[in-house]
């Protein structure tokens, strides 16, 4: 009889037990399911892995009939030290310190369709500049629907190793094998000169040697050109001199059905310091008094017009307007659109 009831207390003490379990495992789903609720519908689920790729780099409108596309070739931060005069690098340096991106560049190129002719406005850096950074303008060309052998023509702003560096491999291969090549006379006579480059000072001679490297393997293949500022070489395009970065720095205008285009090189570095005060200089610029006037003077017309401005460091895609505001200059970038027809 004993053992029947030890049996049976058992059996009750399992059963408990059991049900014991039982509502502590309910207890815990019961919670869970609150956790739920509270933390949001998806927390029972694996948090979603993030993804480190970008959309190609590469951005379309129209202007008139012109199919433009700026092709990105890399982001960079501009050095304080690159700027001219002790009292304003001591003044951005400050800024800097609240504002840690009021430094950051891009480097791009544009691609102007004109239904006859593809036509490269820079080339970005290629391996010639920026620390590997740069030199993403072939590929994301290729992703815009192109290839390097369908450009005809490439039109140079100025002869600096992140606006040509993208004609020339490292070991001396045209990228463009079909493409035409034009730069102001002013600027190729000065950057390709052995006797400028010889004078020049210690820390200037890289962008003489790497001018030549890059525009070396163009000229024995007869294609690099050279052109005055009253030369007319592809239709319905302006050249704008726009002196003093380089000597020879120039713009390009194109114009199609009452809309304009300036491909402006490098009116500005940095975009957030040269339109509030133009009159800062850097230390690329061969002349910075005429580029500080040069820029002064296209600045005050830009504001005053409707053209769509196209700048390699302007932050990408580097298009917008130019608007005057209370003394100052307002970059108006063009909003995206999956509609690329330009209005
Ligand atoms: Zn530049």
């Known amino acids: 009889m004993k053992s029947i009831d030890k049996a049976v207390e058992l059996s009750e003490q399992t059963t408990r037990n059991v049900f014991k379990r ?31 790729d970008q959309v190609p780099g590469f951005y379309r409108l129209k202007v008139g009939d012109l199919e433009v596309t700026a092709l990105f070739d890399g982001p960079g931060v501009f050095d304080v030290n690159w700027i001219n005069g002790e009292k304003t690098r001591d003044g951005v340096l400050k800024a800097k310190h609240d504002d840690p ?49 369908q450009v005809d ?44 480059t010889a004078k020049a000072p210690t820390d200037a001679q890289p962008f003489f040697q790497s001018a030549q490297a890059i525009a070396g393997p163009y000229i024995k293949a007869g294609k690099w050109h050279t ?9 319905r395009m302006q050249i704008v001199p726009l002196r ?43 002349d910075p008094t005429a580029a500080s006037a040069t820029r002064d003077q296209l600045l005050r017309k830009l504001a005053t017009e409707d053209v769509l401005i196209a700048g390699p460091h302007m932050l990408f895609p580097g ?25």
């Open 244 to 286: 003093g970065h380089t000597p020879g720095h120039t713009g390009y205008e194109f114009s199609s059905q009452g809309r304009k285009i300036l491909f402006w090189g490098d009116v500005t570095h940095v975009q957030r310091l040269q339109l509030l005060d133009p009159k800062i200089t850097v230390v690329f610029d061969v």
């Open 22 to 52: 039982n509502l502590t495992r309910f207890a815990a789903v019961v919670l869970a399911a609150l956790a739920g609720l509270v933390a949001g519908p998806n927390a029972a689920l694996d948090a979603a892995p993030q993804h480190h």
């Open 227 to 235: 052109f005055s500022d009253s030369d007319q070489i592809v239709d």
């Open 153 to 196: 023509v490439v039109l140079v702003t100025h002869l600096h190793s992140d606006h040509i560096g993208g004609l020339t491999t490292q070991d001396g291969k045209i990228v463009f094998p079909n493409a035409d090549i034009y730069v102001a006379k002013a600027d190729s006579d000065f950057w390709l000169s052995l006797e400028i």
């Open 319 to 343: 298009l917008g307007r130019l608007h005057k505001e209370s003394g100052t200059y307002r970059w108006a970038p063009v909003a995206f659109t999956d509609y690329w027809d330009e209005k």
């Open 101 to 149: 991106h009021l430094m950051d560049v891009s480097d791009t190129g544009y691609l102007v369709n004109t239904g006859k002719q593809l036509i490269l406005v820079d080339t970005g850096s290629g391996i010639w500049f920026g620390g590997g950074k740069f030199g993403h303008l072939v590929a994301n060309l290729r992703s815009a629907g192109y290839t390097p052998e």
